[in-house]
């Protein structure tokens, strides 16, 4: 099968998939999913007993550091004593609601819900730490009464490791009776699953498989909102958000694609290069190209910021970051219009599939590279295992 055959085939896929013969009436339909997926909200609650971490785990989230003047602020004594939306830097739409702790001796699982409005969210993560406490479980069951879902998270692990470093029993050991303690308190709520992880360190231990389970328990839109907002962290993150990424440029390049009529020309067509690019610049902060992530991957790795920008080379990431008008490490050859077409801004098709076509090759192929850059970026900062 040639190249031609298969991409027309993805074409006619494209049109099956929206339920449409027309192929501009396809493409106006792509615009409002599109849309629908940039501006879908996902709003998820984080609770749990007082200290267990809970506004450590939105930082981590938000990829910030507790030091950060955005983050929730966190410690021995900071208590969260409302529920406090916080938005993520770089994908808005995914709201962490930090929710104060539970915990207080005369404390009502129903009443607590009530207060911190729990119809607002798409589901509850109940974070617990250390030993595990009576009232995660009041508070799984009331959630399940209110038909929500909850996901069962025991942070602060990396303590647990430390406190047995002195050998008597192995990690993996101790990671199995946690989990098991867990399971065995949380059965009479029907054996939800426990994910263990670290706030300090998301590379470790569940954190990517509660993401992975999330992702598959959440519609479309909001799992891609999910997904996107998630550092980048590991080859193994890398992969996850390149195949989300790749999953949705169907419908960018069919959304570029609606018939336009061009002045002076009988019915031609020109591909809205505004909605390639702004998928675009979607994918270089869901990669965690931006300036901002990149900061923060060097402090996380002790990486100078300079070195990690020095693995990004592709002139599609350069242009992006012109486009975005924030300095370049060197000057782009091209601008990103010129790069996303050959054939130039205005490029005049034939037909939808056409259009299609150009616009689908296009985006994979600056997608592949931003994914490059940042399989580099991974290298130079020592994640790349
Ligand atoms: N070692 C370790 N410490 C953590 C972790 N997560 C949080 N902590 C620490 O635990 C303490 C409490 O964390 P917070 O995030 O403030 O806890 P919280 O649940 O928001 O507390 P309240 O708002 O008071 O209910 C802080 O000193 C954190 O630094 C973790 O994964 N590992
Ligand atoms: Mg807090």
Redesign the pocket.
């Known amino acids: 099968m040639t190249d031609d055959s298969s991409a027309d085939m993805n074409f006619s896929g494209a049109l099956q998939r929206l339920g449409e013969s027309d192929p501009n009436a396809a493409a106006v339909k792509a615009k409002e999913e599109l849309d629908r997926l940039d501006s879908v909200t996902l709003n998820i609650a984080v609770t ?1 007993e ?8 939105i930082n981590a989230l938000r990829d910030l550091s ?1 030091e950060d003047e955005n983050s929730a602020p ?3 004594t ?3 004593k409302k529920a406090t939306m916080y938005t993520h830097p770089t994908k808005p739409n995914v709201r962490l609601w ?1 929710l ?2 539970i915990g207080t001796p005369n404390f009502k699982a129903n009443q607590y819900l009530k207060d911190v409005k729990f119809e607002t969210y798409d589901f509850f993560i109940i ?1 617990s730490s250390e030993r595990f406490k009576e009232n995660d479980v009041y508070l799984a069951k009331e959630i399940q009464k209110k038909q929500k879902r909850f996901y069962f998270v025991r ?2 692990i ?2 647990d490791i430390c406190s047995v470093a002195n050998g008597k029993i192995n990690e993996q050991q101790l990671l199995c009776a946690i989990r098991e303690d867990c399971y065995r308190n949380l059965k009479e709520v029907g054996n939800p699953k426990v994910f263990l992880i ?3 360190d998301l590379r470790k231990y569940d954190f990517e498989n509660l993401v992975g389970t999330l992702e598959s328990e959440l519609s479309d839109q909001k799992g891609f909102a999910l997904v996107q907002s998630v550092p980048v962290y590991s080859l193994a993150m890398l992969e996850k958000k390149k195949a989300l990424l790749e999953k949705f440029i169907w419908l960018a390049a069919l959304a570029s694609s609606a018939c336009t009529l061009v002045p002076n020309q009988f019915i031609s067509l020109i591909t809205d290069k505004a909605i390639l690019i702004v998928y675009l610049i979607g994918c270089h902060y869901a990669l965690g190209l931006n300036e901002k992530s990149l900061k923060q991957l060097s402090e996380r790795t002790n990486k100078p910021v300079s070195l990690l920008k020095l693995a990004i080379k592709s002139p599609v990431s350069l242009a992006v970051l012109d486009r975005m008008r924030i300095s370049p490490m060197a000057k782009p050859v091209k601008s990103l219009e010129d790069l996303l077409d050959s054939k130039n801004l205005a490029v005049n098709v034939q037909n939808t599939a056409d259009a299609f076509r150009n616009s689908h090759t296009n985006l994979t192929r600056a997608l592949n590279e931003m994914i490059k850059d940042m399989r580099q970026v991974l290298q130079v900062a020592g994640l790349d295992e």
Request: aromatic share 8%; proline share 4%; charged share 20%.
């Open positions: 749990g007082a200290g267990a971490g809970k506004s450590s785990f507790d966190t410690g021995l900071e208590t969260t930090d104060p702790g974070i942070n602060k990396d303590n670290s706030s300090f």
